[in-house]
């Protein structure tokens, strides 16, 4: 029986539904097959997410995308500025918008698009937009709950527990290399 999630909003009818991924170590090796053509689109709710439950979210990002040797996008100011506290410069400043027509676009170099920190509704037509003008590239939502539109979707989780699947999908990333 395959695993079903709970949708916020369902997608159109015809397409294929996201593979819901719940094995950590499955995550990371879809990050590692795509190591190097590999963007990481970072929202502004990723704030929010630190302040609820109080951990450093976009820094596991970054350690993620250090690890994968992934492009880092974002267009929250408020985000910009952690990356500058952390000391980390290898980002862009782009609009999500501005990102899914570059990514559809031919002789991009990306292979695997990876959206964290937006609002449901916002990512939902990013990756719906993907899917259909650029079928080719995969997606990949590491968001706190399930994103149908996406290639692969980690399920819906409380933040906690998703936080503890983040820290532990970078702990993964690292061993997985160290062989």
Aim: proline share 5%; aromatic share 8%; no cysteine.
């Amino acid at each position: 029986m395959a695993l079903e999630y709970w949708l916020r909003g369902d997608i159109p009818p015809g397409p294929i539904k996201a593979t819901v991924v719940t094995d950590v170590k499955r995550i990371a090796e879809i990050l590692l097959q795509f190591k190097g053509s590999t963007i990481i689109l970072l929202g502004s709710q990723l704030r929010q997410i630190e302040e609820l439950i109080g951990e450093k979210v976009i820094e596991s990002f970054t350690q993620i995308a250090e690890i994968i040797g992934g492009d880092v996008v974002v267009s929250d100011s408020k985000v910009i500025e952690r990356l500058d506290a952390l000391n980390y410069r290898r980002y862009k400043i782009l609009f999500p918008l501005e990102v899914a027509q570059n990514l559809t676009k031919n002789g991009s170099k990306h292979k695997l698009a990876v959206l964290v920190g937006f609002r449901y509704s916002y990512a939902w037509l990013i990756l719906n937009h993907l899917k259909h003008y650029r079928p080719d590239l995969n997606t990949l939502s590491l968001d706190p709950y399930a994103q149908p539109n996406a290639t692969w979707t980690t399920p819906s989780l409380p933040l906690q527990i998703w936080f503890k699947n983040i820290v532990q999908l970078t702990d993964t990333l690292k061993n997985l290399l160290s062989r």
